[in-house]
């Protein structure tokens, strides 16, 4: 069964930090470039970040660049978000997303192959 599996989400203040995850399987991770996306209520999915497969390239959205740090470990099959400074602005749900033999191209509009659940991130004091 392919699977990816968020975690790492919560509540922090303004200015705090977390790391989210996300673990795969039943899928070659390798051969995966992965994509992190957040909806907020009543907005639209946005691309935040993205990794891609074999060169690790890293892709961040405006917002976030400086704050946010993407990275891979293929041995463990997981994609990590670090995130800084966070702002309200950042709430949302957060997703990961998996596209084989992808490199990040428009990647806040391509059609993934594999989603996660979701994990709720809330910036608030």
């Known amino acids: 069964q392919l699977q990816l599996v968020e975690s790492g989400g919560g509540l922090v203040q303004p200015g705090g930090s977390l790391t989210l995850s996300c673990a795969a399987s039943?899928?070659?991770?390798?051969?995966?470039?992965i994509g992190w996306f957040r909806q907020a209520p009543g907005k639209e999915r946005e691309g935040v970040s993205c990794?891609?497969?074999?060169?690790?390239?890293?892709y961040y959205e405006n917002s976030v660049k400086d704050r946010f740090t993407i990275s891979r470990d293929n041995a463990k099959n997981t994609v990590y978000l670090q995130m800084s400074n966070l702002k309200p602005e950042d709430t949302g749900i957060y997703y990961c997303a998996a596209a084989v033999y992808y490199y990040c191209s428009n990647y806040g509009s391509h059609p993934f192959d594999i989603w996660g659940q979701g994990t709720q991130v809330t910036v608030s004091s």
């Open positions: 990794i891609a497969t074999t060169t690790n390239r890293q």
């Open positions: 039943g899928f070659t991770f390798d051969y995966y470039g």
